[in-house]
């Protein structure tokens, strides 16, 4: 496994505004995924983050509302743009390697008045 | 086309009781299945996997899964339960050990003293 943390671990955010989450792992990573918790529910992958390239997105999920970066092997950034009260959700980042599972961030708890 | 229904969202023993969470999971191709667990206020942890070898998992600390594709099942158990096991605990799918999770809707374990 590794290390993986989130900044921020959590926060509170007027709507109309944008978070930038990141996700940081010790070591290098061959695949980065963000998912969102709403509240009282399971979890929902939003997208995969690509190294050097453009992310994945599932479907229902938007770049111009998550942009996602991942500069390198380590880090990753999810963005919740123009937030709305149904924004309020944990966000999680998850790292994996080839033919290993998935390991989770602690996740970060915002909620969007 | 994959999919976790994990029966019972809330299940409550008393300490010392066997533990028994279901899982039942629908692929189109062999799956990799998992079982993580939530502590309160926290990211998730991996309990165990099954990527096709044996059909009898343990996990950390005392849980265990057996894999029964008559039956497309993956249920977890454990022979005795701790209070320190009260948590959300979550059964997943995916098409490969580093695809995207298709997670269940949780299931609540509550532990009486």
């Known amino acids: 496994s590794a290390v993986i943390s989130q900044k921020p671990s959590r926060d509170i955010c007027q709507r109309g505004t944008s978070l930038t989450i990141q996700c940081q792992v010790d070591s290098q990573v061959t695949m980065m995924f963000w998912y969102r918790q709403q509240p009282g529910q399971s979890l929902t992958l939003i997208a995969t983050a690509n190294q050097g390239s453009e992310a994945t997105y599932e479907s229902g999920f938007v770049i111009d509302k998550f942009p996602i970066s991942r500069p390198n092997l380590t880090f990753s950034t999810l963005t919740v743009s123009n937030m709305s009260p149904e924004d309020s959700s944990i966000y999680l980042c998850?790292?994996?390697?080839?033919?290993?599972?998935?390991?989770f961030g602690p996740g970060t708890r915002l909620t969007v008045l | 086309a994959q999919s976790v229904t994990q029966l019972g969202s809330h299940v409550s023993v008393s300490e010392g009781a066997l533990v028994l969470l279901r899982c039942n999971y629908s692929s189109s191709v062999p799956p990799y299945l998992f079982w993580y667990v939530q502590y309160p206020n926290q990211g998730l942890q991996l309990l165990l996997k099954y990527t096709s070898a044996a059909t009898l998992v343990k996990g950390i600390n005392g849980f265990e899964a057996e894999f029964k594709k008559s039956e497309t099942s993956f249920h977890l158990t454990k022979p005795s339960a701790h209070m320190s096991d009260a948590a959300e605990y979550f059964c997943a799918v995916s098409g490969g050990a580093t695809n995207k999770l298709i997670f269940g809707t949780g299931t609540l374990l509550a532990v009486q003293p």
């Open positions: 998850s790292v994996a390697w080839m033919g290993e599972p998935q390991y």
